[in-house]
């Protein structure tokens, strides 16, 4: 088996983490990968608590062109082409940082590109909601994601467009800024009712 066999075996395992503190590297680069480790999906727990009862089921699957780990800050950075995928939920960007906690659950995520994206199913009813901005931040405690730059969302036929965007994954608020000469849009499709009121 050679180098590159040996190191997906290390990913695809729960001592992924353990085997790099063991090797006394701070930092280990990476090939481009596609993980769906146990010790990868005990992390991401805590997005699998805003999707969907069937995404939270399914496997999560990143695929970068590389990979960064810190064990000193607990950082994870991934560039190059990075996607994240569960389900109906799907992460893209050029760059993704995710910081860890001591339980290896993740704390925060953010993607930078131009644009990032992300989309999930929230409910049934509310359908996809569609976001891109330069940079996106994931708050994982409360579920609150944050676009910004350029800063687009759409959900049921509406839409939302400023320089900063917060949307809640639990509940489906949203709060738009302007910044600059960027003012805030918002776009609502017509009413679907075909009932109409006579004048007799």
Request: with cysteine; glycine share 8%; charged share 15%.
């Amino acid at each position: 088996m050679n180098k590159r066999s040996n190191m997906q075996a290390l990913i695809n395992s729960n001592q992924y983490l353990n085997t790099l503190k063991e090797m006394g590297s701070p930092m280990l680069n990476l090939p481009r990968v596609a993980l769906c480790a146990t010790a990868v999906i005990a992390s991401m727990a805590s997005i699998q608590a805003n999707a969907l009862p069937s995404d939270a089921q399914q496997p999560i699957r990143l695929l970068a062109d590389r990979a960064t780990y810190s064990e000193r800050t607990g950082v994870t950075s991934y560039s190059g082409d990075v996607t994240i995928t569960q389900g109906t939920l799907k992460l893209a960007a050029d760059n993704i940082t995710v910081n860890l906690s001591d339980g290896r659950s993740i704390q925060s995520a953010v993607a930078t590109g131009r644009p990032a994206t992300m989309q999930q199913v929230v409910t049934k009813e509310k359908g996809l909601a569609k976001g891109q901005a330069n940079k996106i931040d994931y708050n994982a405690q409360n579920g609150i994601v944050t676009l910004t730059g350029n800063a687009k969302l759409t959900q049921n036929g509406a839409s939302f467009a400023g320089n900063v965007i917060r949307y809640s994954l639990k509940v489906g608020d949203v709060e738009a800024t302007s910044g600059g000469s960027q003012r805030v849009e918002l776009i609502f499709p017509p009413s679907q009712s075909n009932s109409r009121t006579g004048i007799r």
